[in-house]
């Protein structure tokens, strides 16, 4: 099934042949477009095995799995706009903790999800790792309590 121009209107970057890798932190590139099946409760999955973000003291690089996991309401994220997103935190100066409360908020923003949960599993440097998580779910539903549940245990095995 192919989707209508009406059900892509706002997706000018998938396709788009003259793509700009933005290497300045860029939320404007984020596209999303309409949920097919809003009713449905089902994750949506996102691995990003070569995040960078510069350290906001040194100004060396940092190296990073960012995972995404969303539960979509009314719409979803186009992934090409995620990537192009995600690249530009390139030359972005901020702690880990801070690039990973900066994406969920973006996208949530953008697509108001149901749930959004992202962890960022950050390379060690000066032989420590950090991986921070944060997560949302939609308040007075459900899906708060999933995100008070999935925070508490986000860790355990």
Not at 62 to 74: E, K, L, M, S, V
Not at 146 to 155: G, S, T, V
Request: aromatic content about 12%; hydrophobic content about 35%.
């Amino acid at each position: 099934m192919t989707r209508s121009s009406e059900e892509l209107r706002g997706i000018t970057l998938l396709g788009n042949q003259h793509t700009q890798y933005k290497t300045e932190y860029a939320p404007e590139v984020l596209e999303a477009f309409d949920n097919k099946h809003p009713d449905n409760d089902y994750f949506v999955k996102f691995i990003c095995p070569e995040f960078t973000s510069l350290c906001p003291m040194t100004g060396q690089p940092d190296f990073a799995t960012i995972h995404i996991r969303y539960i979509p309401g009314n719409k979803m994220v186009e992934s090409k706009s995620l990537k192009l997103y995600l690249f530009s935190f390139r030359n972005h100066g901020d702690f880990h903790e801070d690039c990973v409360n900066i994406i969920m908020k973006d996208l949530i923003g953008l697509m108001q999800p149901k749930y959004i949960e992202v962890f960022g599993e950050f390379t060690p440097r000066g032989g420590i790792a950090i991986h921070p998580f944060a997560n949302y779910g939609q308040e007075g539903t459900e899906f708060e309590q999933l995100a008070r549940e999935r925070l508490f245990k986000h860790d355990m095995p």
